[in-house]
């Protein structure tokens, strides 16, 4: 009989049973060793210490192997000849296997050949021509727990000489590694060599096991905080939080500027309170030596980034006082930290960092690294350069790879709610649920309420009430209890426009509070057009016009081609509403900030709004067009109940649609873009290449291109450089 493994619900379920309480952490790690197979998940879970299920310590890599299933399968792996456990032991040393070069490298060191694994590979263990790995990810921990201690030694041994014949044994001075002759120097020694290469998950690997082997408490103390730095560099916040613990009670100045760096940057990310965040952030970006690889700098730009969350300057100010006094503090960063500390007052300073990293010649980008695009993207995010910053997100998860994940959350969030302002939200419909699950394994709390809080807008954007209703309550929940006002207004806009399409949402109020002004957060400036609607629709028209008037006097109207449109869709409104003769004049100042605007919804608010104004007006033929221009976008974004009120107002001036869902032919004679081709063409109009352009779009070159060729002979231009002038003329229309 062939049997499937249990699901993954199902395996949650029965580690629920055994071992209650269990972190997700950990049980991620059992479930995934497991691959399903009852019997494992049982044994692998057991045979941990009560302070590893507890996530208080680390857990052993590869994990031990339990009663259960030694009594089922450890005979078989004690059956096998002597070389063949040598280098079973080994292979269990690795985690996604070996190259059949590396393992005869290693075999040769141990005396043997490849073909001592012939009797494991006979009996299903291992399989594999190139890279030879375990045929079940919970065979490692039998390898290794079977294996005699003199084969785990000699498996150490033959691991750490692959390792420096690999990278060489020169990793400088080693003054920031520990110091000592005991079991653990070689284990320093390939730690170093790694590091020094940027092989984090390598140095990780042999730091812990150089603590492992260790007799002297001071220097476990220093390897403990050395693996823990590696660990954050990986991105497993969880695992450096645990290691760090074991590094604790030394009093070397490095070894405690080394753990206070590790738990306060993994504590932002797996538990998140404003406070406690801010002051342990704050004690960590001290001056002097660390241990490992140096990590204050993203402790920095997370101390930055609380600002942002919780709505005060102070964080940033003093991440941007600690750059000050280094002697070479990143470009990047400072860019990064001043866009949350005031994006609006320090706008050119802002956009001159970003273009001297991502200018036309964009030297400093080919030099840069992962952490440094996520920086550089995060500022163009909050300045609201949409293409900037997709652009520098999709080469920070490019760039990163498997080694340098510090970042990974972060710019993976960033991502996500690229997507929501550019109106791909089928996209985040697909790639949310499985990031979440992702964030939920790795107890990454504050990743997956920024996750949360996204997909909450386009429910509430797409009038999905019931999907709302559940992240609404979440979003608000994290926001009460770990002092977070920027999630507190997200699920305020949220609600918001949930009321506005009809939707009942939870909690709400007919008129849920928004964010009162745009100067420095981006939430606000999203909200910008309703605050405006919320506050006429109140009869609070002092109110209104103050919002206006502030946005005037901090000149929001040049901040963004975004805000450009929002700041004068709202004096479009004002005026409106007050009847005023140039209404008209700044509908249409408003419509031709749309063009340049990247928020699709932003420009579909507007028409539907101008639509109607014409309508009154008895405007009918501009009425039409900007209501099935509205109609027709909010189509293609899903946006229902917006939908539905463009298609109300048609009706209203004469113009019957075929039925639901349907979208309106647009005028005879304009050229028509579909939502991907109109995307393709603003960011080739920006200068772009196809291959950047691909990148931002997850499609390939050669699409990017057929579309150009497909679209010049509708837009009747021949080139690029006529893009910008045709895009223009194309106005409202597309």
Known sequence: MSLTGLDQHRAGRLLADRHPGLPAVVRAAVTSAAQGNPLALLSLSDALTPAQRDGGTPLPDPLPAGPLLDGRLGGLFRSLPRPTRDLLALLALTEAGMSTVDLAHAAA????????????????????????RFTRRFLPALAYSTASPAARRRAHTAWTDLGLARWGTSAGDGAHAAR????????????????????????????????????????????????????????????????????????????????????ASAG?????????????LSSALTQGQVLGSDGREWAAFQLALLGSLTHRPEPARQALDWLSARSA??????????????????????????????????????????????????????????????HLTAAALRRGGPEDRTHLSHASALQVALMVAAGRWSEVHTVVPARLREAEREGLTRYGVSLKAQ???????????????????????????????????????????????????????????????????????????????????????TLARAHAARASLHGLDGFSADMRLAVRHGRALLAAHDGRHDAGALFRSAAEAATAASRPFARGRLALDHGIWLKRQREMAGARSQLRFAHDLFTRLGAAPWQESARA??????????????????DPGRPALTAQELRIVRMAARGLSNQEIADQLAISPRTVASHLYKVFPRLGISSRRELDRALQELGDHT
């Open 329 to 390: 503090p990143s470009a990047a960063l400072r860019t990064a930290v001043l866009a949350h500390l005031d994006p609006v007052g320090r706008l050119s300073e802002i956009r001159s960092g970003l273009a001297e990293a991502a200018g036309p010649a964009a030297a400093g980008l080919a030099r840069s690294t992962a952490r440094e695009l996520t920086w550089l993207a995060d500022a163009a995010w909050r300045i609201d350069d949409i293409a900037l910053s997709e």
């Open 109 to 132: 060191r141990l005396g043997t050949g490849l073909d001592a694994l012939d009797p494991a590979e006979k009996a299903g263990l291992v399989r594999g021509d190139r890279t030879v």
């Open 649 to 666: 107002e048609l009706r209203a001036v004469g113009v019957s649609l075929a039925g639901p869902g349907a979208v309106p032919h647009v």
């Open 180 to 263: 000592g002759t005991d079991g653990g120097a070689p284990f320093d020694r390939l730690a170093r060599a790694a590091a020094a290469r940027g092989q984090w998950s390598a140095a990780l690997h042999a730091w812990q096991r150089a603590a492992d082997a260790g007799s002297d408490p001071a220097g476990r103390s220093r390897r403990y905080a050395a693996a823990a730095t590696m660990a954050l560099r990986c991105g497993r916040p969880n695992l450096a939080m645990a290691l760090s613990r074991q590094a604790q009670g030394g009093r070397e100045p490095a070894l405690t500027r080394t753990v206070s760096m590790v738990q």
């Open 455 to 541: 997909l909450l807008l386009v429910c509430a954007f797409q009038g999905r009430a019931e999907q709302a209703a559940e992240l609404l309550a979440d979003v608000r929940r994290w926001a009460r209890t770990y002092d977070s006002p920027h999630h507190g207004q997200i699920a305020s806009y949220a609600a918001y426009l949930l009321t506005e399409s009809g939707a009942a949402a939870a909690g709400g109020g007919s008129h849920p509070p928004l964010p009162p002004g745009p100067v420095s957060d981006v939430v606000a400036r999203y909200a910008y057009v309703d605050t405006v609607r919320a506050a006429l629709a109140r009869g609070r028209t």
């Open 268 to 280: 932002f990310d797996t538990a998140f309170t404003a406070e406690t965040n801010r002051a342990s």
